[in-house]
């Protein structure tokens, strides 16, 4: 059955290192979710996309984060330079925006840990 | 900005007794979902209320939004060790931006 796919599952890097972070949505769904999960702040929006185009990223850290969608299958999440705080569970989502509002289908997230 | 608190943070209880967890946002939402996360697993949507009042029922899981459209509560009936998870509600003031609650955490002891 269709789901979200993440990789990588898990991730450890040094402080300072670039990460990315990949993701395949559903096919033909057309709105891409990036939240970032910690027990302190729980879940997070840091972007989302619509039909490619980034409508809200307010969530972001702007210096060191970004995320794009260089085509509808991949949507791409990266940080340079990556920093302790940055540890984290990082989750996509899509979902099938329209007129009405859909549910948001999870991929299993990368578990990113910066030392 | 926007919040969205749930209340309790945690709740053990015995299996068999029923739970609630109430969603409270700051802001009047166009539309409330509920979703599902098992330890270390992720996020799964349950359901999406819309209508003022609306109550919606799966099996054991009751589901009301608010008449003022700011407060959501999920309601389980004799919980099993199946439900055991953290329960998030995510409002919507009417764009695709989703706010999640800060969850509750249930833990149901056998």
């Known amino acids: 059955d269709a789901r979200v796919t993440q990789t990588p599952r898990h991730k450890v890097t040094e402080m300072g290192q670039e990460v990315t972070m990949r993701c395949q949505p559903i096919?033909?769904?057309?709105?891409v979710f990036w939240y970032r999960q910690t027990m302190m702040q729980g879940l997070e929006l840091l972007a989302y996309f619509r039909n490619r185009a980034p409508l809200d990223d307010s969530g972001m850290p702007k210096d060191r984060f970004s995320a794009e969608m260089p085509d509808a299958t991949l949507a791409t999440l990266k940080i340079q330079p990556s920093e302790p705080r940055d540890s984290a569970v990082y989750f996509c989502a899509s979902g099938l925006g329209g007129s009405s509002y859909n549910e948001q289908f999870f991929g299993p997230g990368t578990r990113l840990t910066v030392l | 900005g926007q919040q969205v608190m749930q209340i309790p943070q945690y709740q053990h209880v015995q299996e068999g007794e029923d739970f609630t967890t109430y969603c409270n946002s700051s802001?009047?939402?166009?539309?409330i979902q509920w979703y599902k996360q098992r330890p270390g697993g992720h996020p799964v949507f349950l359901i999406q209320l819309v209508k003022s009042g609306e109550v919606k029922k799966q099996k054991r899981l009751t589901f009301q939004f608010g008449e003022a459209k700011k407060n959501s509560s999920l309601h389980i009936t004799a919980t099993q060790t199946t439900d055991v998870g953290t329960y998030f509600c995510a409002g919507t003031s009417g764009t695709y931006k989703y706010i999640f609650g800060t969850g509750t955490r249930l833990k149901v002891l056998a």
């Open positions: 096919l033909g769904h057309n709105t």
């Open positions: 802001t009047t939402l166009s539309n």
